[in-house]
């Protein structure tokens, strides 16, 4: 597997666009568009929130119901939640504002939007804008680059990553676009990604392959604790690779995971360390729990706390509320067993175990707090699993991003 | 029921003191005592996490093996949580400090600590803290505020209620005080809470009484959804009194449970209200809910969202994110029935009905989230069952004495 520059258009046979259609943010792009030329297989994860926006039900019912697609519109700005039957009625109009001119029915043009909820849609605005990227549709780079701007909200920065590997023979490539700064709290997925790959694979395996890759990518990180409405990954597979389709668990079937497991994950690290006012990366490593299941709790409970989240703010090494995030998460341990130590690019220290703390120096560890990049490792001393979860720091930023958002 | 001044020292034959020791705070009250001069049935109730302080750790043992005690001796600054051995070894030191004086064995002293994890005691401190308070224990109204005061850490304000209420005949006594600003999040229970009573009452129905009622009341609070490794509740009955004691479910029992109600219910808001940084109690009803449980989880949710939370503190009625907190909640409903209002000290204001939002003033929205107790109220249209959560807002100031809170 090799990293390559690029994001959703790297694969072959898809393209994208963007503009600027002034849905509620001013002079700043905020609409975009994936498009392929081929068919694809489409597989899609959506939020478990009981409330789910209007685009989320659009798309599951393609991604269920016909397993293909052909194009994405999506906006930033407006989330089109909560808006009852007037919400799921833009999501067919935004499909139809570009699926007559791309010769495709309603049904293979996904849609989703991010943003404020409880807004409509100015739907307008939005089939204007969806006009409006239908003749500037490029395969280049930097089209897949200001895409993966235009979908942005309160993030600082675009989210992108591409691999390439070998598969029957062939180069396939893969790559993917994300956004998702507040509200991120994934269970089952979070915030919109999307991925683009000319793999051709059989839409069950597709689907396979993202539903249990995201357990270990992005449902495993969290800036504030809460799942969106909107939450949707999507992925799209045009098999314009030239590959053998695969249509078994092969090595070309592994080979794909790795690929999507190494996007996914860079992707869901990219959201947590661009956290609404994060200033640090918050990485939490759970080794040795009793089972997967516990570790995957034990390292969200970490990343979660509130309290653990300013710790990292404040540089400060305040190990006890690690050990509390721990033992409320509701895995079962053996506290006395617990050993702790942070890491990050200035060295490690251990801090705590055999039932309390290590001799450390404070001065070293708020020297090693002070990364972008900070991990607190947790040797549970149980078993044989691990898993490894990401949220960022909590900071005044965070308090103030959240407290004028809509205005 | 009748709302009297006071606190621990309301019921008869209750006395306090407190003194400044020195364990962590400089120039401040740190230490406080409780004692009776009658031997006490004694309840209590104890955080879930699965790391527990020391004094967690002694209590439960003297409340679940004799159900009797007689003193209780406080500290702030240091919680004795993740310390091994040692803890525990300082917790029987800290009850010695005071059993010889008052002619009673060590296992009828209860102790409890709040403040920072995995420090140890400076057991030297703590033992002539202790000493120095025995010769000022006093029954008067002065001494049970004072204690109130030397139990506090971030909180703000000192946490103290007390009612009468008649119990076969005679009049009894209710009294209470608590402490908790931040790691506020009970399962089970929260924070340190001492409630004194002179009621004679069986054992068996006094703990039957305090574990009913914590449910839908320190359970039903948060600050920053983190289950503290200290949460403790405590309830002392020395039957002065004089009324026969309560052996049965009948109307005395029912007249007691009602002022438990009440004066847990009022301290348990305090801390709501106390919170780390916060400028509003936030409250959040949900009526008409599938069942009883469904209604606790969807409140709870609502108050534990750092966007709900962050919200309040912009005095911005971005709805959306309380429909969001309801839909992750883990209770299912429907969507297009839930109602929900606004309401404080300035009015309330109908938001969203049928899927989606009404017509209504923001300008108006705005004034009424800017009192300093600002209630949500969601209307599930699934049920009869009805419960209220409370918590605060989040501000700058959360970040800021959680990021500098052991500095």
């Not at 002034?22 to 081929?38: F, Q």
Request: aromatic share 6%; with cysteine.
């Amino acid at each position: 597997m090799e990293i390559i520059q690029g994001g959703v258009t790297a694969a072959q046979g898809f393209f994208a666009a963007h503009t600027a259609a002034g849905i509620k943010y001013k002079n700043r792009v905020d609409m975009a568009m994936l498009y392929s030329g081929e068919p694809c297989r489409a597989a899609g994860t959506f939020t478990t929130n009981v409330v789910k926006a209007a685009p989320v039900l659009w798309d599951r019912h393609i991604v269920e119901e016909t397993g293909t697609a052909q194009a994405v519109v999506i906006n930033a700005g407006i989330a089109n939640a909560c808006t009852g039957e007037e919400g799921l009625r833009y999501c067919r109009e935004t499909a139809e504002a570009v699926s007559g001119h791309l010769g495709i029915p309603a049904e293979q043009v996904l849609v989703a939007s991010t943003g404020v909820i409880g807004m409509q849609l100015p739907i307008d605005r939005i089939r204007a804008g969806a006009e409006a990227m239908l003749p500037v549709l490029s395969g280049s780079r930097s089209a897949g680059t200001a895409a993966a701007q235009a979908i942005l909200t309160t993030d600082t920065q675009e989210k992108e990553v591409a691999v390439r590997f070998e598969a029957g023979g062939r180069t396939v490539t893969l790559g993917g676009m994300c956004k998702g700064s507040g509200m991120i709290h994934p269970n089952m997925c979070t915030m919109l990604a999307f991925l683009t790959t000319d793999l051709a694979i059989s839409g069950d395996l597709l689907r396979e392959a993202l539903r249990t890759d995201i357990q270990d990518t992005f449902n495993m990180i969290s800036v504030d604790g809460d799942t969106s409405t909107n939450d949707s990954v999507l992925l799209l597979a045009n098999g314009l690779a030239g590959n053998t389709e695969i249509t078994e668990k092969n090595d070309d079937y592994r080979q794909f995971c790795r690929a999507l497991r190494y996007v996914n994950t860079e992707l869901a690290k990219m959201i947590a360390g661009d956290g609404e006012g994060a200033t640090a990366l918050f990485e939490a490593r759970v080794i040795h729990a009793h089972s997967k299941e516990d570790a995957r709790i034990l390292s969200k409970s970490v990343i979660c706390s509130s309290l653990t989240k300013a710790m990292i703010f404040g540089h400060d090494a305040n190990f006890g509320r690690v050990l509390c995030a721990l033992g409320y998460s509701g895995a079962d341990f053996d506290p006395d067993r617990v050993e702790l130590s942070f890491e990050s690019e200035a060295g490690s220290i251990a801090i705590f175990a055999e039932g309390k703390a290590l001799d450390y120096s404070e001065e070293q560890a708020t020297h090693i707090l002070s990364e972008p990049v900070v991990t607190v490792i947790a040797d549970m001393h149980m078993g044989d699993a691990s898993a490894t979860a990401w949220g960022c720091d909590l900071s005044y930023d965070y308090v103030k991003i959240n407290a004028d958002y809509r205005s």
